[in-house]
């Protein structure tokens, strides 16, 4: 039997004035996701734990079927699996944005999309200034996204502390003044002084300061962890399983769980990704003989992050017709299959954040009953005696069979 997961990254949202009241899912023309509503079940998840920040790290660790309160350690670790750098127990990964700040305000968690090579020369500047400190190293990602590593001490495990040690993602506090989120408890010294290190150094980079307004400001360091440890999805779940995505936070999950990752040519992690493309390698890698595909798309939450209604609206369309309705046609061809379709977490248009509560999802195939439900949406998944309160739990429900 083929299985397949569809992720349109925090897609979940409120209805929205700007499109007639209605939430994106509501407002989106989505054929297929409805017809796997129609063919199957619908219900509500909650993948964020109250307990914890709301976050793909740790939605998508519930989405693959692990309780995040057992095993999630930081966001940072996570990526640092997806780039292959390799922590000892001591170590810690933190993240590390380019961001635009300007009077004390984060204007721009992403410096505008900063380009790879002009991050690239970035980066350069943060590690030729901590060259006399072989504990710190900095690792390029990709535009905004980056690493900064560090190493323990002669086996001391360093300044930090989990949980003590706080920081804020910055995509949650755009258009906000940064001083109450900046990062806190044991070590959080440590990392403001770095974060004002950087600044004089960006201001002398030639390529970043010829972008003008757009320019990256400084770094902000945050989702801080240690390594996490994690038995294989195949372990847990009997499945071979792959996962498509342009973000190195799916990548590094899919690694740690013993995922393949799939590399697709046009995969942006933005608004401008090649939706057709992802579609046809999720095909491809199912025909290879993989189990399970796993395809995430980030458009929808960069939607959200920026504001923009009509945009989440139009990804959502994009991945119906080029993911859904592809992949779903194929499974369909192959005889026994399962296909379920769920983000990891709401990202609200209203607050350009990512948010706590409950997402639909929908799933269809052989094993499962369908219920009278025929559209997927938050309004209706908010009607349906399917609700699970540990979001980690509809994966083993998915494979089980409703």
């Not at 914890?52 to 996570?78: C, E, N, Q, W």
């Amino acid at each position: 039997m083929k299985f397949a997961l569809v992720i349109p990254d925090g897609c979940a949202d409120e209805s929205q004035p700007s499109l007639s009241h209605k939430t994106p899912l509501q407002a989106a023309h989505v054929p297929h996701m409805d017809e796997v509503a129609r063919l199957g079940i619908v219900g509500q998840a909650d993948h964020v734990p109250a307990s914890m920040p709301s976050g793909s790290d740790v939605g998508t660790m519930s989405l693959f079927g692990y309780d995040p309160l057992k095993y999630h350690t930081g966001r940072a670790p996570i990526e640092a699996a997806a780039q292959g750098i390799t922590l000892g127990p001591d170590d810690w990964a933190i993240r590390c944005n380019f961001v635009t700040v300007i009077n004390e305000v984060m204007k721009s968690f992403t410096a505008s999309q900063i380009p790879n090579d002009v991050g690239a020369a970035l980066i350069e500047e943060l590690q030729r200034d901590q060259c006399g400190d072989p504990h710190w190293k900095y690792f390029t990602g990709v535009s905004y996204r980056n690493l900064l590593i560090y190493r323990a001490r002669d086996g001391q495990p360093g300044p930090f502390s989990m949980p003590e040690t706080t920081s804020t993602p910055p995509h949650d506090i755009t258009d906000q003044p940064i001083g109450p989120h900046l990062p806190g408890g044991p070590g959080g010294d440590v990392l403001r002084a770095l974060m004002e290190r950087s600044k004089p150094l960006f201001q002398q980079c030639a390529l970043n300061t010829a972008r003008g307004d757009q320019a990256a400001t400084q770094t902000w360091l945050w989702g801080q962890g240690k390594r996490p440890s994690f038995p294989s999805f195949q372990e847990r779940f009997g499945k071979r399983g792959a996962v498509i995505t342009a973000v190195d936070l799916l990548r590094g999950m899919g690694r740690l769980v013993g995922f393949d990752v799939v590399e697709v040519p046009g995969a942006t992690g933005y608004l401008d990704t090649d939706y057709a493309a992802k579609g046809r390698y999720a095909i491809d890698t199912l025909k290879s003989g993989m189990d399970f595909i796993v395809v995430h798309v980030e458009a929808t939450d960069e939607a959200s992050h920026e504001g923009h209604a009509h945009e989440k609206v139009k990804a959502l369309e994009q991945i119906d017709q080029h993911i859904v309705g592809p992949v779903h046609e194929y499974l369909r061809s192959q005889g026994d299959y399962r296909l379920v379709i769920c983000p990891d977490h709401p990202t609200f248009l209203r607050t350009k954040t990512h948010s706590h509560g409950y997402v639909p999802f929908t799933m269809c195939g052989t094993g499962i009953t369908a219920d009278d439900l025929a559209t997927y949406d938050e309004v209706t998944a908010a009607k349906t005696a399917i609700t699970l309160d540990q979001g980690s739990e509809l994966m083993p429900l998915f494979f089980r069979g409703a």
